[in-house]
């Protein structure tokens, strides 16, 4: 990039959004030579406690990429392993039994003439097994108390993908230690204005003064203190589809007895999901609801029945959640990223992936900068498609459920009218397989034919396909299946085995 392009960068707000951006940026544009000072302005750190963090898989690619030790960052940030999600009473019990089903970050193609997901449909195993235990390595696992790591795994590789459960606020500590070491410059300041010439911000002025630059990224999370003053009405609701406006967080001990899990659990209450959350030292739990039909103190009184009385609270907040997107997400001299950009509820875990999306595809935009708007409408035209992407995925989890025992699951099928492309792949999906060519055009960044289906069969959503597989060629299949599930029992490790090695390397 030539120095004339950009020299100062400056990121007001840390957090997740602040501080990945910081480390990525230096990284990509500071390698060899320093082409431009990066600077975070953060208010200074009052030891807020994070209500915890999630990941999806591909997070791993980012903290490999900016040289960070595994080892070392899960140590840090309190973290364990996450294999996937569990879902739980999303739909009607059948037989007085809890409706759950699993969403794992892997399937298994053991070799055949037909993909394995056909292979179970057209073998009819749904009678004997879960679509993703009939698929997924991920979903034994966590029977078995394996993650997927095994005792000489690399930084960041395993048997199969995996994710992440972490501490955010412990996160951005560890980024911004590692940040600073390797060159950004760390104000502590707190940002009270911008100045703002033809659609340009020129500085911002903070209790510290003012400090100048040339391009500026507003990680000032929902506020978007920067990007509104370049452009009002920049905002785009997804509170139609998506109603679940507010949450209340709850930090607890561990029960008694209870190893941390290596999977998320989200259970459908009455206005919305709970989440919970392992980390080593705590869990974090929530409850994402709708505020049109229950009030936060209900919320909190709801979800403290859910974790039930015996459960030893540290911490309870209520959160209020803007659920969209912005319209243009650079605009002028300034880019939105995080919070600030645009929020889909946390069902999924997206949050620091739409961060590491928004910040490398920004660096791959800004380094052809040259004043035009191409780059510019470029980046906002995949970054509104990358959400409106995710509000789909979203949105299918809700309106498959046949819920109907509360006002909010009543509604819930109806949410598909505002999402015309899922709208007319459910019919399709009744019919035949979801595959990948299904997806062609998209803007999926993440979640794809293999993610689909989790949700389509675990929601009881399923296909028939209407040709013949002998029944030797179906049991061929899944017999190597089973040789894959042996293999992995023996190579990977019990997760709370993992974890105190981990720790036990920190300690030495």
């Known amino acids: ?217 507003d990680c000032t999370g929902f506020r978007g203190l920067l990007i509104d003053k370049l452009q009002k009405d920049n905002w785009e609701s997804f509170t139609d589809v998506l109603p679940c406006d507010k949450a209340v967080a709850i930090q607890r001990e561990l029960p008694p007895g209870e190893k941390p ?61 803007k659920v969209g997107c912005r319209r243009n997400t650079w605009v002028g001299n300034c880019a939105a990223i995080g919070l600030s950009g645009g929020f889909i509820e946390p069902l999924e875990s997206t949050g620091l992936h739409m961060i590491h999306l928004g910040v490398s595809l920004l660096a791959t935009h800004l380094a052809g900068d040259d004043g035009s708007d191409v780059l510019r409408d470029s980046y906002n035209e995949k970054m509104r498609g990358f959400y409106q992407d995710l509000k789909q995925f979203i949105v299918l989890h809700y309106c498959l459920s046949d819920r109907d025992d509360s006002d909010f699951w009543r509604s819930a099928s109806a949410t598909v009218e505002g999402c015309a492309w899922l709208k007319s792949k459910l019919p399709l999906w009744k019919r035949k397989i979801c595959e990948y060519q299904d997806f062609a055009g998209s803007y999926a960044s993440i979640f794809t034919d293999t993610n689909y289906r989790y949700v389509l069969y675990g929601m009881q959503h399923y296909p028939a396909p209407q040709f013949a597989m002998s029944e030797s060629e179906v049991d061929g299949i899944f017999q190597r299946f089973s040789q894959l599930l042996g293999r992995a029992k023996s190579g990977t490790l019990d997760h709370s085995q993992f974890l105190q090695a981990v720790h036990a390397k920190r300690r030495g």
């Open 261 to 321: 899990r290596s999977y998320t659990v989200a259970t459908a209450l009455s206005s919305g999901w709970a989440w919970q959350i392992d980390l080593i030292n705590r869990q974090g739990s929530g409850y994402v609801y709708d505020s049109g039909r229950l009030s936060p103190q209900d919320a909190e009184r709801e979800l403290r029945e859910f974790l039930g009385p015996e459960s030893s609270v540290l911490k309870c907040t209520h959160l209020d959640m």
């Open 1 to 217: 990039m030539q120095s004339h392009t950009v020299k100062t960068l400056n990121i007001v707000g840390g957090g997740s959004a602040g501080w990945m951006a910081a480390i990525y940026l230096n990284r990509y544009f500071n390698r060899e030579a320093k082409n431009f000072q990066i600077n975070v302005i953060e208010s200074p750190d009052i030891g807020i406690i994070g209500v915890g963090e999630a990941t999806v898989h591909s997070i791993r690619f980012f903290f490999g990429a900016m040289g960070l030790d595994e080892a070392e960052l899960m140590a840090e940030t309190n973290a364990t392993i996450k294999s996937g999600i569990m879902f739980r009473n999303w739909m009607k019990p059948v037989a007085g039994k809890t409706h759950e089903y699993f969403h794992p970050f892997d399937q298994q193609q053991p070799g055949g003439s037909v993909d394995i997901s056909s292979a179970w449909f057209v073998g009819e195993r749904q009678s004997q097994e879960r679509y993703d235990e009939g698929v997924s390595v991920n979903s034994h696992l966590i029977k078995w108390g394996h993650c997927p790591k095994g005792a000489s795994s690399p930084n960041y590789q395993a048997v199969v993908p995996y994710g992440y459960h972490l501490d955010a606020t412990l996160l951005a500590r560890f980024l911004r230690r590692k940040a600073v070491e390797q060159g950004v410059r760390h104000i502590e300041a707190t940002v009270t204005d911008a100045a703002v010439v033809s659609g340009k911000i020129l500085s911002v002025e903070t209790d510290q003064g003012s400090v100048a630059g040339d391009f500026f990224l």
